[in-house]
């Protein structure tokens, strides 16, 4: 099994937090742990994986072979989620601009499609210990 992953997320977003309970619900072995983009906790972890750019507006997959954004980190991650989720890692090979326009245009429009909460959510206390920056840690 990979090393532990860390997923960094638009932590207001609805899409975004649905998709991170989602993968809570289909990674029984725990190989994830997330952070919102909003947080320092997503900084540090940005900074400890030398990433000198800018916080993406994108999901953020960091995981033993770096730092992956947009497209290429939710195909990485449904790959470790195993099959049938893993049949996603078939399409690594079309060309990351024709698959980051498609997420772009997704992501441009996830407020006005599902929503935007005020705040971040904190996580139920049994799934505290996953989010890096709980409180509850």
């Not at 960094?8 to 998709?19: E, K, R, T, Y």
């Not at 940005?46 to 750019?53: T, V």
């Not at 599902?114 to 989010?131: D, H, N, S």
Request: net charge positive.
């Amino acid at each position: 099994m990979p090393a532990p992953a860390v997923i960094l997320f638009d932590g207001v977003c609805n899409l975004c937090n649905s998709s991170v309970q989602w993968i809570i619900d289909h990674d029984p072995n725990h190989q994830f742990r997330f952070a919102s983009l909003q947080t320092s906790a997503a900084q540090s972890v940005l900074a400890a994986a030398n990433y000198d750019q800018p916080i993406p507006d994108s999901v953020v997959l960091i995981d033993e072979a770096g730092v992956h954004t947009r497209s290429t980190a939710a195909i990485r991650i449904a790959r470790r989620l195993g099959f049938p989720w893993n049949i996603l890692a078939l399409t690594l090979p079309i060309p990351s601009k024709l698959r980051d326009a498609i997420y772009n245009w997704i992501a441009r429009n996830r407020y006005k499609w599902f929503g935007k909460t005020e705040t971040c959510r904190i996580p139920v206390p049994e799934l505290a210990a996953r989010f890096l920056d709980s409180k509850q840690n």
